[in-house]
DNA sequence: CGACGCGTTGATGAGATTCAACATGTGTGG
DNA sequence: CCACACATGTTGAATCTCATCAACGCGTCG
């Protein structure tokens, strides 16, 4: 289903990836970077809406996003379930599995995407002989416990507006650091999806972009967002501006 | 203001802890748990209702929990703060801190507890060399993320009623696996923290005690609780029973 | 074209918050 | 050891936010 792609030696690595400076080799010197080529030795095609990994699936591997949008979904026993993040170019997707050696999560791609396979055998072993990247790791996952923790805080001490600024604030950052426009973008995924993200209904998500837009905060067409007004964004989302 | 404790040549170590199933040491071959005892020189007595460390804290150490139980709060620009964690004997606090060397979070001492101070620099360097220290660090954080999605989850997908049950199953659980009874135990949180955690105001926890108990899932005398129906709880948590 | 997915908007109601009063416990100082 | 103050918890009534149910519009794709 999604296509493996067995990485040629005149493909783009590790040290010479553009993404660098989000992925894995982040502060890493040159020479060590270098060794990080090794790890990744194939790629997957995921296309738009399919799975790259399932909860439950034993834990081979851990994906750098090359290219693409993906979200992270906890499902619970009465079929119910909570959208955990959306994970743009350059983030690592299963790093909460390393408890279990089971992935925690399922991941599924929101448009065609492109993922870097590093398989968790030999990242451990290349750890065990590289500190930056033993460094890195912790790192990496102490990111995503903030992370969570943050959406902690905004699932439970914040109202509806409040939780959509924050989140397109947070999304519009993310973006920008990647080289894209802040205020204008376009979102890969459904009201739906935010609401669940969230914690509200798809209806509230839409009703909230109507009210920033009659705010004269943003401007939406379909999934396109232009934020109009940043500093009031940022004053509805209770973060200095 | 917290009481700094060398450790004396003859007090119990990491690898004679009774807490090391729990601990950084799980799953260590006995000589390698032997190594971590080097790691922990000195505890802290952190005395109910103070602070062990506060977000920005320059983070020298994280700690691992010899008895009694803490809380870690993020706090907001506007005063608001969120409740993340409560951590019992044997969990891991600071880890989250990690990624920027400073505390991510402010960990409260919710009773007279008391700590082990485990030097992130000696730990870090321990890691290098001892591959079981450096896989259970991960499992670790991994385990926290693993937690704070499922509070995601929580807070975003289930109504008032379902949290609070899922909070006290979990609450029983490790208190369990610590060898305390599953049915009868001491809340040491009030109900303006479990509210706080729970993204729930105090009055809606005191109302929901009440319901529970007019429904003869459980009983409270104050702050004991004694669960009546563990299936009945695990019901409404939307849990297998 | 018609069907379907996705988004918007309105009417209504449920669940949780807020405000308020009161009860119960805990701790302190006389 | 009791009295009093203060923190914590309970309960009721009014209010509000967001969810639910429902209808409809727009755009896409076979």
Redesign the pocket.
């Known amino acids: 289903m999604n296509k493996r792609i067995p990485l040629a030696s005149d493909s783009v690595r590790c040290s010479t990836c553009g993404l660098g400076q989000f992925c894995l080799p982040v502060g890493m010197e040159a020479d060590d970077a270098g060794r990080m080529d090794e790890l990744v030795q194939e790629r997957i095609r995921v296309a738009k809406g399919q799975a790259l990994f399932h909860v439950g699936d034993g834990l081979e591997a851990v994906y750098g996003i090359r290219f693409g949008t993906l979200k992270t979904v906890l499902e619970r026993a009465d079929g119910r379930q909570q959208i955990t993040g959306f994970h743009l170019a350059g983030e690592i997707v299963g790093l909460d599995g390393l408890a279990r050696t089971a992935h925690a999560s399922t991941a599924v791609a929101l448009e065609d995407s492109e993922v870097c396979v590093i398989p968790v055998r030999d990242l451990s072993s290349l750890a065990g002989h590289l500190p930056s990247l033993q460094r890195q790791l912790m790192r990496l996952m102490s990111r995503e416990i903030e992370h969570d923790q943050q959406m902690l805080l905004s699932l439970g001490a914040?109202?509806?507006?409040?939780?959509l600024a924050v989140f397109l604030l947070n999304l519009s950052e993310r973006l920008a650091a990647r080289g894209y426009s802040a205020s204008t973008f376009v979102?890969r995924?459904?009201?739906?999806?935010?609401?669940n993200f969230l914690?509200?209904?798809?209806?509230?998500?839409?009703?909230?972009?109507?009210?920033l837009?009659?705010a004269q905060l943003l401007r939406?067409?379909?999934?396109e967002v232009e934020i109009l007004d940043m500093a009031g964004l940022r004053r509805i989302a209770g973060l200095p501006c």
Not at 199 to 210: D, I, Q
């Open positions: 914040m109202r509806a507006e409040e939780r979102l995924m459904s009201r739906e999806e935010i609401g914690g509200l209904t798809l209806e509230t998500v839409s009703r909230l972009f109507s009210r837009s009659r939406t067409r379909q999934r």
